[in-house]
T-cell receptor, first 110, second 114 residues
Framework: QQPVQSPQAVILREGEDAVINCSSS?????VHWYRQKHGEAPVFLMI?????EQKGHDKISASFNEKKQQSSLYLTASQLSYSGTYFC???????????FGAGTTVTVRA | SAVISQKPSRDICQRGTSLTIQCQVD?????MFWYRQQPGQSLTLIAT?????????ESGFVIDKFPISRPNLTFSTLTVSNLSPEDSSIYLC???????????FGQGTRLTVV
């Protein structure tokens, strides 16, 4: 079952922050985050394993609330290069496959 | 990490014909995944291909329309058969990293059916 991702789109000015949410009705083993730029393949950003950990890469970080089966991706002090569509991918304990959310299109403007 | 070479990168095909997409990985992997990404949409899993066994198809996808071969641990093909304009999409192959920690994607095949 596809995870629910929100918002659908967000427009930012450089330096602003944004949060993208991803939730599932199933018990999750891990949550993956990917960014896809137009005309390119998705690129892996980070993975969060069950246990409520938080990770970060540069000014992009994420958290995973295992009890709520929710993950959030935080874009801090956004840069033009952050523009793209962000997908969460969820991996359940029973399915050996990733299910992707509908995506959040992020546009960062100067 | 895994490097995936996917061919062709794009094609324009006539209705009723077929297109075969190739996916070559630089290391041996157990499972390979085929996704479809319709314009402006998310990635939808078509099937999982294991070497030495029949591919496992997701709901809404059938073998007659999307036959898959997996002759060895580094190679797979996806054929999209009896093409119609609704098949116009990007098709991506993917493999999982060790312990399913990361998905690696090929560059995708942009298919346009006319």
């Amino acid at each position: 079952q596809q995870p629910v991702q929100s918002p659908q789109a967000v427009i930012l000015r450089e330096g602003e922050d944004a949060v993208i949410n991803c939730s599932s009705s199933k018990a999750l083993y891990s949550v993956h985050w990917y960014r896809q730029k137009h005309g390119e393949a998705p690129v892996f950003l980070m993975i969060l394993l069950k246990g409520g950990e938080q990770k970060g890469h540069d000014k992009i970080s994420a958290s995973f609330n295992e009890k709520k089966q929710q993950s959030s991706l935080y874009l801090t002090a956004s840069q033009l290069s952050y523009s793209g569509t962000y997908f969460c991918g969820t991996w359940t304990s029973r399915d050996y496959k990733l299910s992707f959310g509908a995506g959040t299109t992020v546009t960062v403007r100067a | 990490s895994a490097v995936i070479s996917q061919k062709p990168s794009r094609d324009i095909c006539q209705r009723g014909t077929s297109l075969t997409i190739q996916c070559q990985v630089d290391s041996q992997v157990t499972m390979m995944f085929w996704y479809r990404q319709q314009p402006g949409q998310s990635l939808t899993l078509i099937a999982t291909a294991n070497q030495g066994s029949e591919a496992t198809y997701e709901s809404g996808f059938v073998i007659d329309k999307f036959p898959i071969s997996r002759p060895n641990l580094t190679f797979s093909t996806l054929t999209v058969s009896n093409l119609s304009p609704e098949d116009s999409s990007i098709y991506l192959c993917s493999v999982e990293g060790e312990w399913y920690t990361e998905a690696f994607f090929g560059q995708g095949t942009r298919l346009t059916v006319v």
